[in-house]
């Protein structure tokens, strides 16, 4: 992805540009940056911490959804991290404060895991695909063949493939001393990470764009692409023999894998409309002339917009499961409902309070949140091992 700071400070007005207009869309760019950037930030680092908690409930830790889902996470959270607060740090600071710019560990470090991890959200989005794919050519054998094991060492071994690739950011990234002449007639000196000058010679970092390019978007989009076509397909096959599918024994999972299914639809569409500007606008970034600061100004507005549409990508998951994923909802209900209440450590607890309130007229009943009677036969008692509340009750 090209990470080129787009400035537009130093071009020269062309006929009908007013300085009065470049300020006020520089101004416009600015404050997309810091207000936008920041509700983006804000509720996607809140949103994937949240669906990484819910995800490791018993509800999706046992299976390959909610392990993918959960790597997707921990990859937005990360590409939202060291893309997103870069770019809001470099607004909101005067002189425009690169994090990448304080040493060269930190200008190869930053680099490699921002590439990296927007990669990799990208491909695990394909993995998961894959799986919901399977599932629905192979009902009664996906779970044979995308077994959690399964999944995890195919992502394992996408995973490994591109930190390879990506590898390279740390031998052809390295800090670089940049001379600017102003109008003043000063020079001013800016120490900015980007390829080595070897590197710019040969335009290997044109090649290096175009093949990141493919591997973030166009590979992925193609992928899910079809992948979403068999599966389109597929269904309305199905929906002709739903007689036949009922029969079936895997037919009791039906509502699951439609929840499933059209959750998979709804992020790839969202993962395809926030990516895919982005991938256009800097694939054409450097055949369209901006010789003049109006230009400048409306393609720096232009790229703010694309950025922003695409971290959105990295925020929005959250929102997406709580409206698209009925088993979501619950889980996440679940999760709520055990931190705001402290059951009994362990059933030995349970036993020491009785006693010790036994000379009293005070009876304690334990109430199980998810079960509707939890009454054990012979017991004077409802006594839950799970989501249990202290309920007083003074006769």
Known sequence: MNESNLSFANGTLGVGDHYDIVDHYKTIARNLWLIAGFIILAVGVFGNCVSFIVLQTSYYRPHPTGLLLSILAVCDTLSLVTGLVRKWILELTENGYDVRSDSVVGCKLHAFLTYYSQTLGSWTIVVFTLDRTISVLLPLKSKQYFTYRRVLATWLLGAVVLASFYSQVFFIFSMATHVVAQDNGENDTYHVCNFLPYYFDINYNKVFYWVDLSLFSTLPFVAIASCNGVIIASLVKMRRAQQVIRATPGGGDKNKRRGTIILLMVVSLVFVLTTLPYALHFATYSYIPRSTAYAKAV???????????????????????????????????????????????????????????????????????????????????????NNSVLRTTVT
Do not use: W
């Open 299 to 385: 393609d720096a507005i232009i790229s703010v917009l694309v950025y922003l549409l695409y971290f959105s990508n990295n925020a929005i998951n959250f929102l997406l499961y709580c409206v698209c994923a009925e088993r979501f909802r619950i889980a996440l209900k679940t999760s709520v409902c055990r931190a705001a209440v402290t059951p009994p450590s362990s059933m030995s607890q349970v036993s020491r309070v009785s006693r010790k309130r036994s000379g009293s007229n005070t009876c304690y009943t334990y109430v199980d949140l998810r079960h509707q009677s939890c009454r054990r036969p012979g017991t004077a008692q409802d006594i839950c091992r």
